[in-house]
């Protein structure tokens, strides 16, 4: 996830797509304030299946960085 010093410094909510197989699911995540670049977001139960069919995690990786 891509977002701005100012975002960082103040929480947001993104939407983000996320391709999983032929289709593709879109969640709603929110960040924290206060968050840094290389800071990961676990979103519990939204990852791929484990071989004991429970959902795993789905991790993403926050990457703060000026928009121009």
Do not use: C
């Not at 103040?10 to 032929?22: A, C, E, L």
């Not at 968050?35 to 926050?62: C, E, F, Q, S, Y």
């Amino acid at each position: 996830i891509h977002i701005t010093p100012y975002e960082a410094a103040g929480g947001v909510n993104k939407i983000v797509n996320i391709p999983r197989g032929f289709y593709n699911r879109m969640y709603k995540v929110s960040i924290p304030p206060g968050a840094w670049d290389g800071m990961i977001l676990r979103l519990k139960g939204l990852g791929k299946p484990t071989p004991d069919l429970r959902n795993g995690d789905l991790l993403l990786k926050v990457i703060v960085k000026q928009p121009w």
